[in-house]
Each structure stands twice: as C-alpha cells, then as structure tokens.
C-alpha cells in the first residue's frame, strides 16, 4: 500500500502527537517520583512524598492529556 503526500503528513502528525503527549505524561510522573524520593530521603518520611508527589505528577499528566485534547 502506497501513501500519498497527504497521507504521509497526516502519519507523522499523528506520530509527532502521539510522541509528544507520551513524552510530556512520562516527564510529569517522573518528576513527581524523583522529587518525592529526593525529599523521602531528606525528611526521613519514606513513603509519604512519593506517594504525594507521585499522585501530583499523574495528576498533571491527565490534565496535560485533556488540554491537548481540547486543541484537537
């Protein structure tokens, strides 16, 4: 099956969308995460920052992904 010019913008448009929603979800749990080991570590507090700031991050990362579907 070949793909036109029209197709073939459209594919890496939906790639380009896809890898940036991807990558923005994974940035925000990851930071979330990270921080809250730092400050577990730094506080004593094992699992109390993690958690927190773990749920801060998945929580960005839902409102990332409504926002960039609101601008589709």
Known sequence: MKLDDEDRKSLAKGLSSVSQLSFVSITCV??????GYWLDRWTGLSPLFIIILSLCGIIAAIKAMVDFAKKM
């Open 30 to 35: 990851g930071l979330g995460v990270l921080a």
